[in-house]
């Protein structure tokens, strides 16, 4: 499958019912739509994706996404979109983010 350029295409945003924290360099996020004591709806993210976290509250554009991965871990072009998409998909399905 060809991951093309147009699917990093509409802009991304964090859903409002999400709070999280940055706790030793990794992201701790929480849906608020569900029970505190819910371990299943705690999520906490590594490095890279504590970045894209990050960017993602800074209104960066999923192509903005991509382009960090492919300069700051030198990926391929094809490589850093199809980890960008994977990575909001993931958090789309989670209810993490929504698209504007």
């Known amino acids: 499958m060809s991951v093309v350029r147009e699917d990093l295409g509409g802009g991304i945003q964090r859903n409002r019912n999400v709070v999280s924290r940055v706790v030793a ?3 701790i996020v929480v849906p608020i739509r569900r029970g ?11 490095e890279t ?7 993602i509250e800074r209104n960066r554009s999923a192509a903005d996404l991509a382009a960090h991965l492919q300069s ?4 391929s072009s094809e ?3 199809a980890d960008t ?11 993490l ?4």
């Open 79 to 81: 490589d850093a979109i």
């Open 25 to 27: 360099d990794e992201a």
């Open 85 to 95: 998409l994977k990575f909001l998909a993931e958090l789309t399905e989670a209810g």
């Open 72 to 75: 700051e871990y030198g990926l």
């Open 97 to 100: 983010i929504e698209k504007e």
């Open 49 to 55: 994706g504590t970045r894209l976290w990050s960017l």
């Open 36 to 46: 505190a004591a819910d371990m299943d709806s705690i999520y906490t993210f590594n």
